[in-house]
Structure formats: structure tokens, C-alpha cells
């Protein structure tokens, strides 16, 4: 059983910086893929970011690329998503999840991710 905590999240002005964290506890996930979705009241979830197993294949939706950073460290069992230059847009509950069927190409399609946290809110003001 794998159990995903996400924290950071918060209120920041537009603009801003967050960075978020989701911490792994129950099962090792340093040989899995990992990403951050997120969801906004109304709209469906959608992906944010992902990274393979040693951080060396990361893949970002277009509308934070450039803006958002996803990283990992496996000895600390947590990923981590640091979010530049916010706009309100980016408003949402910020959720990570692990596949467990995947290493080295991490996927955007979030029904292929097994476990997921509860997720952490982020709120951008204009």
C-alpha cells in the first residue's frame, strides 16, 4: 500500500512562487514514474507535470511550461513541484500520484497512475 501526502499549498498573489511537496510513505517509489495533476472547481482534472524515475525525463502541460519545475528526491521518498510567475488560472487542488508501471517515460494520462494523495489547494488572487 503506497499512502501520498502533498503539502505547500496556500494563498500567493499573482505572480508568486509556491512550491508544493508530496511525501511517500508505506513503499519506496524511487524506481517509478510520478506527476502532479490538478483540478479546478468545475473542470476536469488535468495533468501538470511528470518525472521518471531519476529525474532525468520530466514532461510538462503547455500552460506551465516554462513556469513550473517538477523534481524529485528519492532518498527523502518525495516529489516536489515548484510553481514561478503564477496567475490566477492556476488556481486549483494540486494532486501527485505514482505509476506503478512505469521508469523511464513518464505519461500524461492520469488514468494510468495508481495511487493518488488528497491533494493540496493553491490559490492565486489577481
Known amino acids: 500500500q503506497v499512502q501520498l501526502a502533498e503539502s505547500g499549498g496556500g494563498l500567493v498573489q499573482a505572480g508568486g512562487s509556491l512550491r508544493v511537496s508530496c511525501a511517500a510513505s508505506?513503499?519506496?517509489?524511487?524506481?517509478?514514474?510520478m506527476g502532479w495533476f490538478r483540478q479546478a472547481p468545475g473542470k476536469e482534472r488535468e495533468f501538470v507535470a511528470a518525472?521518471?524515475?531519476?529525474?532525468?525525463?520530466?514532461k510538462y502541460s503547455e500552460s506551465v511550461k516554462g513556469r513550473f519545475t517538477i523534481s524529485r528526491d528519492n532518498a527523502k521518498n518525495t516529489v516536489y513541484l515548484q510553481m514561478n510567475s503564477l496567475k490566477p488560472e492556476d488556481t486549483a487542488v494540486y494532486s501527485c500520484?505514482?505509476?506503478?508501471?512505469?521508469?523511464?517515460?513518464?505519461?500524461?494520462?492520469?488514468?494510468?497512475?495508481?495511487?493518488w494523495g488528497q491533494g493540496t489547494q493553491v490559490t492565486v488572487s489577481s
Open positions: 500520484a505514482v505509476d506503478l508501471h512505469r521508469m523511464v517515460n513518464p505519461t500524461t494520462s492520469s488514468s494510468e497512475y495508481e495511487y
Open positions: 508505506g513503499r519506496s517509489l524511487s524506481n517509478y514514474a
Open positions: 518525472i521518471n524515475w531519476n529525474g532525468s525525463t520530466t
